[in-house]
């Protein structure tokens, strides 16, 4: 698309699966494919309007409120080539990704995204936000790092983070002013801004190695947990590092090798658990790893307060957060 092309897409349904499917196309097309559902009772309306600004994309988007979730497996999905940075202008949204705290942002908020993390989000009311979407190789070359941590850095206490929001108003409103070469240099003030904001928190390149490492583990994990050899020995093989070094990258975090790979079954576990058509217990316990189902009834006790067979007594299927290794 070249600069300043401008593009639009408007989106007004009655409550109902076309609704979520329509705007979840127009969400791939301009931030990151999401799984996504709308509330039920009440009309969906949604707005995006995309700019082009050198190799950036310039989008504002506006909709009544929606939930999205991204996991590991929509890595390939439209959007892996991207990173953003939003800015939440009006409304309420609660984001959720591996390995971070739970957020909600308000008015005001910065956040941002890369297209190769899991996410999950919940817009609560009616939102506007802005986001600055640019290719992911130009930001991972500006700042290396951070396609190395395990977790983004959160923007809202940075020192000079209110910059980039002024910067990108003022951006906003000469634009229709500017010409191409306006925009070349708009786009690049624009990551340089980004870099020199964000670059001061990011670890020391030895802790982002370790993140980067913990963050490989977790992914193998999620691919691997009914494989009933997973464990420190094969995690470390399959990573091409030592036993040591793997356990070495989780010191001072909060788990363990063990308790990863545990946690993350259990969480499975329990899914199906709640699912009366899962299987028997002993069947969900051999299903994700576990060799022992008395081992497996101990475990699951001492994570939820619960042994297997109760919670499978309870009869009805209930929502379970996705495991977030």
């Given at each position: 698309?070249?600069?300043?092309?401008?593009?639009?897409?408007?989106?007004?349904q009655?409550?109902?699966?076309?609704a979520?499917?329509e705007?979840?196309?127009v969400?791939a097309?301009?931030?990151?494919?999401?799984d996504?559902?709308?509330?039920?009772?009440?009309?969906?309306?949604?707005?995006?309007?995309?700019?082009?600004?050198?190799?950036?994309?310039?989008?504002?988007?506006?909709?009544?409120?929606?939930?999205?979730?991204?996991?590991?497996?929509?890595?390939?999905?439209?959007?892996?080539?991207?990173?953003?940075?939003?800015?939440?202008?009006?409304?309420?949204?609660?984001?959720?990704?591996?390995?971070?705290?739970p957020?909600?942002?308000?008015?005001?908020?910065?956040?941002?995204?890369?297209?190769?993390?899991?996410?999950?989000?919940?817009?609560?009311?009616?939102?506007?936000?802005?986001?600055?979407?640019?290719?992911?190789?130009?930001?991972?070359?500006?700042?290396?790092?951070?396609a190395?941590?395990?977790?983004?850095?959160?923007?809202?206490?940075?020192?000079?983070?209110?910059?980039?929001?002024?910067?990108?108003?003022?951006?906003?409103?000469?634009?229709s002013?500017?010409?191409?070469?306006?925009?070349?240099?708009?786009?690049?003030?624009?990551?340089?801004?980004?870099?020199?904001?964000?670059?001061?928190?990011?670890?020391?390149a030895?802790?982002?190695?370790?993140?980067?490492?913990?963050?490989?583990?977790?992914?193998?994990?999620?691919?691997?947990?009914?494989?009933?050899?997973?464990?420190?020995?094969?995690?470390?093989r399959?990573?091409?590092?030592?036993?040591?070094?793997?356990?070495?990258?989780?010191?001072?975090?909060?788990?363990t090798?063990?308790?990863?790979?545990?946690?993350?079954?259990?969480?499975?576990?329990?899914?199906?658990?709640a699912?009366?058509?899962?299987?028997?217990?002993?069947?969900?316990?051999?299903?994700?790893?576990?060799?022992?189902?008395?081992?497996?009834?101990?475990?699951?006790?001492?994570?939820?307060?619960?042994?297997p067979?109760?919670?499978?007594?309870?009869?009805?299927?209930?929502?379970?957060?996705?495991?977030?290794?």
């Open positions: 698309m070249n600069s300043g092309v401008q593009q639009r897409w408007v989106v007004r009655e409550p109902g699966r076309g979520a499917d705007w979840q196309r969400l097309a301009t931030h990151l494919a999401f996504l559902s709308v509330p039920a009772d009440r009309m969906f309306t949604g707005t995006v309007v995309r700019t082009r600004v050198g190799f950036m994309d310039l989008v504002e988007c506006r909709s009544t409120p929606f939930t999205g979730r991204r996991g590991s497996g929509m890595t390939g999905e439209p959007g892996a080539d991207r990173f953003g940075i939003q800015i939440l202008c009006r409304g309420t949204e609660h984001v959720r990704s591996p390995g971070s705290e957020v909600v942002l308000s008015a005001g908020a910065l956040q941002l995204w890369d297209g190769m993390r899991p996410v999950r989000l919940d817009v609560m009311t009616p939102f506007v936000k802005r986001t600055l979407v640019f290719p992911r190789e130009r930001v991972v070359n500006a700042c290396p790092r951070l190395e941590v395990e977790s983004l850095p959160a923007l809202g206490g940075l020192p000079s983070a209110g910059m980039l929001t002024r910067y990108v108003g003022a951006m906003v409103a000469e634009l002013e500017m010409d191409d070469r306006m925009r070349e240099t708009a786009c690049d003030i624009a990551l340089e801004l980004i870099r020199s904001i964000v670059e001061p928190s990011l670890p020391d030895r802790a982002a190695r370790r993140d980067a490492l913990r963050a490989r583990a977790r992914r193998y994990v999620r691919a691997h947990l009914a494989d009933p050899r997973l464990g420190p020995e094969t995690i470390a399959a990573l091409s590092v030592s036993r040591r070094t793997l356990h070495n990258a989780f010191q001072g975090s909060d788990s090798v063990a308790s990863l790979v545990r946690t993350a079954r259990l969480a499975r576990s329990k899914e199906d658990l699912d009366p058509g899962g299987g028997s217990v002993t069947e969900i316990a051999y299903r994700w790893g576990f060799a022992d189902a008395t081992h497996f009834s101990q475990a699951f006790k001492r994570e939820y307060g619960m042994t067979r109760e919670v499978r007594a309870l009869g009805t299927r209930k929502p379970c957060a996705e495991p977030m290794v």
